[in-house]
């Protein structure tokens, strides 16, 4: 069974930095693309980045492009998002996800999210 958890959330002022983590578990980490995610209550969750397998290939939704830098350890099955330049409209709780396989497009397992906060 699959396993997903963020960590790295918390309060921050705008202007400032975070650095998200998320370590997967029960799969073969290097056979799936990973992505991340954020959501705001009453609103669609909103793609913010995906890295394939070796992390030669990152995509970045449009208003994380240039601030957000995703990357990852294969040799410690995590994934991580640097999110530098952050502003209040970042406030979300932020997701993990694994791509069900390779140009699947859908992601079929999701961590339990972690809270990011930015104060203007």
Request: charged share 20%; proline share 2%; net charge positive.
């Amino acid at each position: 069974q699959a396993q997903l958890a963020e960590s790295g959330g918390g309060l921050v002022q705008a202007g400032g930095s975070l650095r998200l983590s998320c370590a997967a578990s029960g799969y073969f980490f290097t056979g799936h693309n990973m992505g991340w995610f954020r959501q705001v209550p009453g609103k669609e969750r909103e793609f913010v980045a995906s890295i394939n397998w070796n992390g030669r290939r990152i995509y970045y939704g449009d208003s994380v492009k240039g601030r957000f830098t995703a990357s990852r350890d294969n040799a410690k099955n995590t994934v991580y998002l640097q999110m530098n330049s952050l502003k209040p409209e970042d406030t979300a709780v932020y997701y993990c996800a694994r791509e069900a396989g390779t140009g699947a497009g859908r992601y079929d397992y999701w961590g339990q999210g972690t809270q990011v906060t930015v104060s203007s």
